[in-house]
């Protein structure tokens, strides 16, 4: 099966870069994802990496290690409205269709 | 942009209920999912599908059934709602073989007493 492990709260100020990781262990992997939830919202989508390596987007970049079974989201120049859930997805594959496991979330707080 | 609507926001049913939860999803997507959200579990998926009529377990399946009659429409089903299945319900889609890269409503908070 698969399982996932990201940190269960960060905080921060405003203005900061923040890290937040995410160790995983899954078969069939095909890449990790990265969703935004804000209090009361619905998830939506940030980031994907399949590939070793940093993909940037604005002021978010996720990194992929695969060989480490290791990613990360990196905000910069944070503001208060990138307080939400943070959670990262591992997609898999069967013979049929993927689909993506999340883990439980970190919860960041933008301090003023 | 990709709309995923779901039938209810808030639901209030009896033990022992049959619950229909809808989700439709207006951009042809082929993979629709229904998970589960219960405060520090993240989101746990329940069933999936990736095609009419198609339907694939998740981690969760027990107490659940689902229903994929037309592309854009993904049904879950509690038989005999019980208490511990209270919980917000977010149904997702995605294109294609971008599984990674999921569309969601706005959830249904179910509440069973």
């Known amino acids: 099966g698969q399982s996932l492990e990201q940190p269960s709260e960060v905080t921060a100020v405003e203005g900061a870069i923040v890290q937040i990781n995410c160790t995983y262990q899954?078969?069939?992997?095909?890449?990790l994802s990265w969703y935004q939830q804000h209090d009361g919202g619905a998830p939506t989508f940030l980031s994907y990496?399949?590939?070793?390596g940093l993909e940037e987007t604005g002021r978010f970049s996720s990194f992929l290690s695969r060989s480490d079974s290791y990613g990360y989201l990196l905000l910069q120049e944070l503001q208060m409205k990138d307080s939400a859930s943070y959670f990262c997805?591992?997609?898999?594959?069967?013979?049929?269709?993927?689909?993506?496991?999340f883990g439980d979330g970190t919860t960041l707080t933008v301090k003023p | 942009d990709v709309k995923v609507t779901q039938s209810s926001r808030y639901l209030v049913k009896r033990t022992g209920e049959k619950v229909f939860l809808e989700c439709v999803q207006d951009?042809?997507?082929?993979?629709m999912f229904w998970y589960r959200q219960d405060p520090g579990l993240g989101l746990r998926l329940i069933y999936f599908?990736?095609?009419?009529?198609?339907?694939e377990k998740g981690d969760i399946p027990e107490g659940y059934s689902v229903s994929r009659e037309k592309k854009e429409r993904f049904s879950l089903i509690l038989e005999s709602a019980s208490t511990n299945q209270t919980s917000m319900y977010l149904c997702?889609?995605?294109?294609?073989?971008?599984?990674?890269?999921?569309?969601f409503g706005p959830g249904t908070r179910l509440t069973v007493t």
């Open positions: 997702a889609s995605s294109f294609g073989d971008r599984y990674y890269e999921q569309y």
């Open positions: 899954t078969s069939g992997f095909y890449g």
């Open positions: 990496n399949a590939l070793d």
């Open positions: 599908s990736y095609d009419v009529k198609m339907k």
């Open positions: 997805a591992v997609s898999s594959i069967n013979t049929n269709a993927g689909k993506s496991t």
């Open positions: 951009m042809d997507h082929e993979n």
